[in-house]
């Protein structure tokens, strides 16, 4: 079946506007990570979703990040008012509850100019 | 506070040469500890996990809860071992997220 899968691919703002990141989880997983893969600085926790349960949004960096994701499924990350320290990849990966392996998207690249 | 270290940013070794990526970790409790690996312009793929204490690749890793450490170990290098490596920490209790070191990109040497 298909893997994760993240749309766009790559993503050009200008500084100020908002943009939306999409990630289509595999079917049937239940857990949804959200990370910023920046050079150097690793891969930084920005939101995890399991099932019903409250999201742990302890990694959003300012409340220009949200996001959300309908009927256990598709997950929308949303950058307000983008800066240029935005700039990134955002990955996405997916997990069932049980599993601890996660399967990581292709990932957006966001360039803010 | 939970943390994953790992000291090396770059490690150049030779073909055929032993490696050794450090990862030392921070955390309150039992955690699972992994390594991810990617490889260039491929997906950020799982390498091993310390509960399954098998080999990959000829990789290896043990879980010393003394030093608190993971280290990622193969006897001898291979050119298509060049990647970058992640060392992870999953939460355990609470939420069962994952949290990263900052990587260690491996270089095997002709």
């Known amino acids: 079946g298909a893997g994760v899968s993240q749309s766009p691919s790559n993503k050009v703002t200008e500084k100020g506007k908002d943009v939306e990141l999409r990630c289509d989880p595999i079917s049937g997983h239940t857990a949804l990570y959200w990370y910023r893969q920046s050079l150097g600085q690793g891969l930084e926790f920005l939101i995890y979703f399991q099932g019903n349960s409250a999201p742990d949004k302890s990694g959003l960096p300012s409340d220009r990040f949200s996001a959300e994701r309908t009927g256990g499924s598709v997950s929308t990350l949303t950058i307000q008012r983008t800066q240029q320290e935005d700039s990134a990849v955002y990955l996405c990966?997916?997990?069932?509850?049980?599993?601890?392996?996660?399967?990581f998207g292709q990932g957006t690249r966001l360039t803010v100019v | 506070a939970q943390r994953v270290t790992q000291p090396e940013k770059l490690l150049s070794v030779f073909k055929g040469a032993p490696v050794e990526l450090k990862c030392n970790y921070s955390?309150?409790?039992?955690?699972?500890l992994f390594w991810y690996v990617q490889y260039s312009r491929q997906r950020l793929q799982l390498l091993l996990r310390?509960?399954s204490r098998e080999s990959i690749k000829g990789f290896t890793a043990d879980l010393n809860k003394g030093e608190t450490s993971f280290h990622l170990k193969k006897p001898f290098a291979q050119e298509e071992d060049s990647a970058m490596y992640y060392c992870?920490?999953?939460?355990?209790?609470?939420?069962?997220?994952?949290?990263f070191g900052t990587g260690t990109r491996l270089k095997v040497l002709a």
């Open positions: 955390y309150s409790g039992s955690p699972e």
């Open positions: 310390h509960i």
């Open positions: 990966a997916s997990s069932a509850y049980r599993d601890t392996e996660a399967f």
């Open positions: 992870a920490l999953r939460y355990t209790s609470g939420t069962y997220k994952y949290i």
